[in-house]
């Protein structure tokens, strides 16, 4: 079964303190790892795709075959990173999206 | 110039009204889905449609129904609306190269 699973549903750190916010997986087959984010009132945005290996607005992610995880991180919050951050996963191909239940981010200052 | 738009925006209904949700894309994308997201929950897919003549279930369809008119447009109903459908309702299209697109949201109230 597909199953992603964000294990806090908020999280609170200082600005300028390192930032880690939890996905696990669990997937038969070699999934595609997603992190979205949503800001208050808006659409969902792409903030990483594992297959492409960047590094969007400071944050990095990396997939743990081995521990099915993919944890997001950034080594120093900022006060713009407060949104709600999802987890997600698909086959290969872009096919449906499989979302974990969110975590909501707040950076204080 | 919004990509994948959706209408309405927001809509208060009451139980038991018959209700649908509208999705436009000038993506060009073949895939297009409808997805709730509750506090808590996240998002869950109610229906997928890989193109015009290929409709799927998703995690929670029931109590839901949808139409894909055109490549560009794809519509959500609910045949008789009950509160604990309440929701923030979200249209999305995809492609293997470019990946999701998201719409901007419909936040639905049934009463």
């Known amino acids: 079964a597909q199953r992603v699973t964000q294990p806090e549903k908020l999280l609170s750190v200082f600005k300028g303190a390192p930032v880690e916010l939890k996905c696990n997986y669990s997937?038969?087959?070699?999934?595609?790892l997603f992190w979205y984010v949503q800001y208050s009132r808006q659409r969902l945005q792409l903030l990483l795709r594992?297959?492409s290996r960047e590094s969007i607005k400071g944050f990095t992610a990396d997939l743990n075959k081995g521990e099915t995880s993919f944890h997001l991180k950034k080594p120093f919050a900022q006060e713009e990173d407060s949104a709600m951050y999802y987890c997600?996963?698909?086959?290969?191909?872009?096919?449906?999206?499989?979302f974990g239940q969110g975590t909501r981010l707040t950076i204080n200052p | 110039d919004a990509d994948v738009t959706q209408t309405p925006r927001n809509r208060i209904t009451k139980t038991g009204k018959r209700i649908m949700l509208e999705c436009s894309q000038t993506k060009g994308h073949d895939r297009m889905y409808w997805y709730r997201q509750d506090p808590g929950l996240g998002l869950r897919l109610i229906y997928y449609s890989f193109d015009v003549k290929d409709i799927n279930k998703g995690e929670i369809s029931d109590g839901y129904s949808v139409s894909r008119q055109a490549q560009a447009k794809f519509s959500l109903s609910l045949e008789s609306a009950i509160p604990n459908q309440t929701a923030l309702y979200f249209c999305?299209?995809?492609?293997?190269?470019?990946?999701?697109?998201f719409g901007s949201g419909t936040r639905l109230t049934v009463v």
């Open positions: 999305a299209t995809s492609d293997p190269v470019v990946g999701y697109t």
């Open positions: 997600a996963l698909s086959g290969q191909g872009a096919q449906k999206l499989v």
């Open positions: 997937y038969s087959g070699s999934p595609e």
């Open positions: 594992h297959i």
